[in-house]
């Protein structure tokens, strides 16, 4: 197998528990890329770190299949909840691949509902995701059922876009 980027960035994080300015750096170097491509791909994938973690690392999806589920309510929810603990990091982070269980997150790389995200820092028993492969009647599938979803949320105002 062809070794990539993400390959290097994955060991880098497995040393250190995250990825040091200097490793990006070095790595930059040795693979002739520029620092800024680099930095590129550890913002967009949400599993790469580029602070210590702390001992709850919690990812809040902010993505589309999540935001028609309530997901920023329900991360406002969760941020109210665990602020103050020095033990958590909470991050918002693009789609997590759990769209189906929408709106998900995460509690340490274990993919939750963010309903559930408390209770597992906590240490509370949670029912377990459904199989990634198991259909959800959750998630709108078809264009009407997406576009009366939508139409029922705030949309950015216009005077915010460029004319
Ligand atoms: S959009 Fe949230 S998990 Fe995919």
């Given at each position: ?64 299949s ?21 033990d ?61 979803r ?14």
């Amino acid at each position: 197998m062809r070794r990539t980027l993400i390959h290097d960035l994955d060991d880098l994080q497995h040393e250190h528990g995250y990825l040091r300015r200097e490793d990006l750096e070095g790595l930059a170097r040795r693979s002739r890329r520029p620092l800024y491509e680099i930095q590129g791909l550890v913002s967009f994938y949400p599993h790469f770190r580029t602070e210590p973690p702390k001992p709850y690392e919690v990812t809040l999806c902010r993505d589309m299949s999540c935001w028609l589920q309530d997901g920023t309510a329900q991360a406002e929810s969760v941020e109210a909840t665990l602020s103050g603990r020095e033990d958590v990091g909470i991050r918002r982070v693009s789609c997590i691949g759990r769209c189906d269980c929408a709106p998900a997150a995460s509690v340490n790389e274990r993919a939750c509902r963010m309903q559930d995200v408390v209770d597992l820092v906590e240490g509370r028993e949670v029912p377990p995701l459904p199989a990634p492969d198991q259909p959800s009647r959750r998630i709108p599938t078809t264009l009407p059922q997406i576009a009366t979803r939508c139409s029922a949320r705030r949309w950015p105002a216009r005077s915010r876009r460029r004319r």
